[in-house]
């Protein structure tokens, strides 16, 4: 269902978002709350469309944790499982007498070899397990070099470290109101410079009896500061020459209006340009409310101090 709303036919929309307007072909939100897109690619096959590194580098820390202990102890099973077939016999310093404590003994001379530790006690002497145990000194240089090159990837990778506010309020502004949000560099020690905002509206509208979707940069009080040090309220005037003029909550639902947001600045620390994206859906915006001030001066007076938990609290107004 398209709004009944008509926005200012002198505003002009966008058509460089990257998005069609084709609204029988599209699901939920453009953009998800962590800035990635919300699309999903078939039709060739899986093992064409995915790149194991650029996942791994994109994968949320404990994830990465797991899908390295995991790759470990796979293989050092695949191999103990090796060493099995081969036999017992061909291996010397082996003091287990049951079954499981062979597999057990087997398994740890596994990943010390795959470790290139080598204790020593446990030695093949077989010509088959001393091939399979070379094989797997390769297998475990590749694998350790892998996962350093992985580390690496993951610390040097410029990241913005923003955080947005979960909302954004439709606020009192000068003599109407305005659609607010709030987002704050939340790392010590991590400076951004030439800090550029873009926030774009996406709203469904009804066209020669279609619904299609309509997008439009917001213009906002303020798209560009020099520095991040505090905490940054964006705000887009609601007036004459903004396309949610007059929108009530209800306009909003049946508009299936988006807010997408596009933070761009320069990192002294990675020396690099860094950027991140978010979104708000119209069951995130919130009518008649306040943000709380989130900042207040040390008690000697001679720090102002950031409130982070206090980001996301606003009043009723």
């Known amino acids: ?124 002497v077989g010509s088959t397990a001393n091939f399979i145990a070379s094989f797997e000194a390769l297998t475990g240089s590749l694998f350790f070099a892998l996962v350093t090159g992985l580390l690496y990837g993951r610390f040097s990778k410029p990241k913005a470290f923003l955080l947005f506010t979960k909302k954004a309020l439709i606020s009192p502004y000068k003599n109407a109101t305005g659609l607010m949000f709030r987002l704050v560099s939340y790392k010590d020690n991590h400076n951004l410079t030439n800090v550029e905002v873009m926030v774009n509206l996406s709203l469904l509208e009804q066209e020669n009896d279609k619904s299609v979707y309509k997008f439009y940069n917001l213009t906002l009080e303020r798209s560009r500061i020099d520095n991040l040090p505090m905490n940054l309220t964006v705000v887009h005037p609601i007036d004459e020459e903004s396309p949610l003029q007059g929108f009530t909550l209800e306009d909003m639902i049946a508009a299936d209006v988006e807010v997408t947001v596009l933070v761009r600045a320069f990192d002294d620390v990675y020396s690099a340009t860094v950027l991140q994206r978010t979104s708000y859906t119209f069951e995130e915006i919130k009518f008649n409310a306040k943000f709380v001030q989130m900042y207040r001066e040390s008690e000697d007076g001679r720090t102002t101090i950031i409130e982070l938990d206090k980001l996301n609290e606003y009043n009723e107004v």
């Open 1 to 124: 269902m398209a709004s009944r709303k008509l926005v200012n036919r002198f505003i002009k929309s966008n058509n460089d978002t990257g998005f069609g307007s084709n609204a029988s072909n599209y699901g939920g939100r453009f953009i998800n709350k962590d800035g990635s897109f919300n699309l999903r690619k078939d039709g060739i096959p899986i093992w064409e469309r995915f790149s194991l590194f650029h996942s791994m580098l994109n994968l949320p820390a404990w994830k990465f944790i797991v899908v390295i202990v995991i790759g470990f102890v796979a293989i050092n099973i695949g191999f103990t499982f090796l060493y099995l077939i081969t036999g017992v016999q061909e291996f010397t310093g082996v003091i287990a007498t049951n079954e499981w404590s062979i597999i057990r003994e087997l398994y740890f001379f596994s990943t010390e070899t795959f470790s290139t530790v080598g204790y020593g006690r446990v030695n093949p």
